[in-house]
């Protein structure tokens, strides 16, 4: 039985790494591009949702001080 498993492991762990060979991979300035511009985006998402938070907050206070 634990010949059947290894052998599909190996077959498994062969067909991956066959399938990864046919992968076209990013150039590293396409990744550092890309890292930048995700930074950037994270950036500008939390300034958003600081913003939302903060009028929010604000609202809330009006209300709950009549």
């Known amino acids: 039985m634990k010949t059947g498993v290894m052998s ?4 498994f762990v062969g067909g991956t ?4 060979g ?17 930074l950037f985006m994270i950036a500008v998402l939390a ?4 913003a ?4 929010s907050q604000g609202f809330i ?3 709950t001080t009549f």
């Open 8 to 11: 599909k492991v190996r077959q």
């Open 17 to 20: 790494i066959a399938e990864l």
């Open 52 to 55: 939302i938070d903060y009028v």
């Open 61 to 63: 206070r009006l209300i």
């Open 47 to 50: 300034v958003f949702v600081a």
């Open 22 to 38: 046919k992968c076209t991979w990013p150039d590293r300035a396409s990744v550092f591009e890309s890292t930048l511009l995700v």
